[in-house]
């Protein structure tokens, strides 16, 4: 009997095993995808923050200035011209309004 329990303790811990290893693969799966998808989100975010920052250095403002006229904290400016982040609809317009340019304008070869 001894050796039959020994066997399945045996096998059990196999499929242990390979469940684990199965769990650390999809993990890394998913890790890599995110990764990636970032990256492509990040390149638009970048070309966004771009225009922004071009339009903003045209009009001679400075990221407080432009912060002050689109009531958005100076900070945010920053991450926005950087890439950082993924901004909003109204967001879009109140600094398309600021930057005396139409939303579209901003969003121009993206």
């Not at 096998?11 to 492509?40: D, M, N, P, Q, S």
């Not at 045209?58 to 400016?77: D, F, K, N, W």
């Not at 950087?82 to 967001?91: A, K």
């Amino acid at each position: 009997m001894e050796g039959g329990s020994d066997r399945a303790l045996h096998t059990y811990g196999y499929l242990e095993l390979v469940l684990k290893l199965i769990l650390i693969f999809c993990r890394l799966v998913a890790f890599i995808t995110i990764r990636f998808l970032y990256v492509v989100e990040k390149s638009e975010l970048q070309q966004f923050g771009d225009r922004v920052r071009t339009l903003r250095k045209v009009r001679g403002l400075s990221q407080e200035q432009l912060a002050e006229l689109t009531g958005l904290h100076r900070t945010y400016i920053g991450g926005i011209e950087r890439g950082e982040r993924n901004v909003s609809l109204i967001n879009i317009v109140r600094l398309a309004k600021a930057l005396d340019v139409s939303p579209s304008d901003l969003l121009q070869g993206i």
